[in-house]
């Protein structure tokens, strides 16, 4: 399974933008990017995924480099509601439909 | 919005017991999973389940665990004979397809005692 680099953790302030990085330099040429965020004692949230092309949703935007070994998720104006931490995985094509996860990035969202 | 059902949100057990963790996937989709997640630990998965069989599992999805989709909105989680290191979070999902998005549960937290 193709593994995925992401700081332990940020911190923003309300109203912010905010680029939460990630790293995923074997990523295979079927791997999708999804993002999920886990806010505290809740189960996962689906964020966003891309393949190639940058992608936009009502929660946030994902740029993808254009190697994909890298992308990040934009969350445009950061709300004390996005204190979450928050997932980037690859998940492959075909039969490989789980997802793995790492251990995230913890952010925190300053008043 | 359509969301993924879990019922119990927290069940104690005994050790040795028999547990099912309850699901009620979203209606249209046709990809139900289960994970689980220990306390301050990363969520693993255990389980995949696709046209009315198991299409992945875990290490962790042992002898012990089975899965069943018993009628047309259930999706179960059987834990024959609980151990204390089964106490976790255990999440339920589903997806459309394959590659989409997964909604998840609210989980249900199980305490082995």
């Known amino acids: 399974d193709a593994k995925t680099t992401q700081p332990n953790s940020m911190e923003s302030n309300e109203e912010e933008p905010v680029h939460l990085p990630c790293n995923h330099s074997t990523i295979s040429g079927t791997d999708y990017i999804h993002w999920y965020r886990q806010l505290p004692s809740q189960g996962p949230e689906y964020v966003i995924h891309g393949l190639t092309s940058n992608v936009n949703n009502r929660m946030a935007s994902l740029a993808i480099a254009e190697d994909r070994k890298s992308s990040t998720l934009i969350l445009h104006r950061a709300t004390l509601r996005d204190a979450a931490v928050y997932y980037c995985i690859l998940r492959g094509a075909g039969n490989n439909r789980k997802l793995i996860w790492g251990l995230g990035t913890s952010l925190a969202v300053n008043p | 919005e359509p969301e993924v059902t879990q019922t119990p949100s927290h069940q104690v057990t005994q050790m040795g017991q028999e547990v099912i963790l309850r699901c009620v996937p979203i209606s249209n989709h046709l990809y139900f999973y289960w994970y689980r997640q220990i306390l301050g630990q990363k969520v693993e998965f255990l389980v995949s389940f696709y046209n009315n069989e198991i299409s992945e599992k875990s290490e962790i999805f042992d002898d012990q665990f089975s899965v069943e989709r018993p009628d047309g909105s259930n999706f179960t989680l059987k834990i024959r004979s609980t151990k204390l290191e089964d106490s976790a979070m255990y999440f339920c999902?589903?997806?459309?397809?394959?590659?989409?998005?997964?909604?998840f549960g609210q989980g249900t937290r199980l305490t082995v005692v």
């Open positions: 999902a589903s997806s459309r397809w394959a590659n989409t998005e997964a909604f």
